[in-house]
């Protein structure tokens, strides 16, 4: 899901440009570009980290490591103010939505992950 939010976060540039417009009007045509590189820079950079952290966190939990499961947890939380965040961000009303809805499922992952079943699963010794 993360990966289909940093595509779709390239993806929509254009809008996010008229986004950017729209919402600080006395900014100059450098400073809108300016804004929207800053943006996408940082939106890219961002997804690409979370990409790599939810594939480690999922091959460990897969493993039974109890730390990462703890550590989805945190970066749940973290991912959780950025969608906070992500609302006043100038972008399109579908990325929004999309962020949304990956917050859903980072939601119900750290529920299943906290389940009886899934702690039986982590505290079960590993040979």
């Known amino acids: 899901m993360s990966l ?9 540039q254009g809008s996010t440009k008229a986004a950017i417009e729209k919402r600080f ?10 804004q929207q ?19 480690l966190i999922a091959r460990a939990c897969q493993a039974g490591k109890n730390w ?3 550590t989805g947890t945190v970066l749940f939380g973290l991912a959780t ?3 906070v965040g992500g609302l006043i ?3 399109v009303v579908p990325v929004k939505i999309l962020a949304f809805v990956i917050w859903l499922f980072g ?3 750290v529920v299943r992950l906290w389940q009886a079943a899934s702690t039986a699963f982590f ?4 040979s």
């Open 81 to 83: 103010l950025d969608a």
């Open 107 to 109: 939601l119900i992952a």
């Open 89 to 91: 961000n100038p972008v």
């Open 68 to 70: 990462a499961r703890m």
């Open 25 to 34: 009007p006395n900014l100059t045509a450098s400073q809108v570009t300016t």
């Open 37 to 55: 590189h800053v943006l996408l820079i940082a939106g890219v950079a961002s997804g690409l980290i979370a990409v790599a952290a939810w594939i």
């Open 123 to 126: 505290e079960a010794p590993r």
């Open 4 to 12: 289909i939010n940093l595509i779709s976060s390239v993806a929509t």
